[in-house]
C-alpha cells in the first residue's frame, strides 16, 4: 500500500560524500521500518540499514558501519541515507524498502514494499 520514490543517486570520487532520500506516502507509519538495500553488478541484493519509526532503533551492514547513517523527517515521512567515504565496491542500485512491522529485518523478503531504485556509481 506504501508507496515509496528514492533519489539523489549519482556519480562521486572514491572518498566522497552522497545522500540518498526516500519519500513514502500512502501511510502512516506508525509501526513501520523502513530501510535501504543494494544490488551490486553480477551480486545479490544486499542489506545496507534500517530503521524502525516505532522504537527509533537502527542496525547497518558491517560493511558500511561507522560511513552510512539513516535518519528520519518524520513530518514528511521521509528517509535519508547519508554515504560517506565511499567506495568503488559501494557501487550498486539502491533501493528503498518498507514493511510493516516494528521489528528490523534484514531479509529482502521480509520487506512488501520497494522503489525503484536508484544508482550509485563511486569512481577510483
Known amino acids: 500500500q506504501v508507496q515509496l520514490v528514492e533519489s539523489g543517486g549519482g556519480l562521486v570520487q572514491a572518498g566522497g560524500s552522497l545522500r540518498l532520500s526516500c519519500v513514502a506516502s500512502g501511510r502512516t507509519f506508525s509501526r513501520a521500518t523502513m530501510g535501504w538495500f543494494r544490488q551490486g553488478p553480477g551480486k545479490e541484493r544486499e542489506f545496507v540499514a534500517a530503521f524502525s519509526w516505532t522504537s527509533g532503533s537502527t542496525h547497518y551492514a558491517d560493511s558500511v558501519k561507522g560511513r552510512f547513517t539513516i535518519s528520519r523527517d518524520s513530518p514528511k515521512n521521509t528517509i535519508d541515507l547519508q554515504m560517506t567515504s565511499l567506495k568503488p565496491e559501494d557501487t550498486a542500485v539502491y533501493y528503498c524498502?518498507?514493511?510493516?512491522?516494528?521489528?528490523?529485518?534484514?531479509?529482502?523478503?521480509?520487506?512488501?514494499?520497494w522503489g525503484q531504485g536508484t544508482q550509485v556509481t563511486v569512481s577510483s
Open positions: 524498502a518498507a514493511r510493516n512491522a516494528p521489528i528490523i529485518s534484514t531479509m529482502r523478503q521480509a520487506y512488501d514494499s
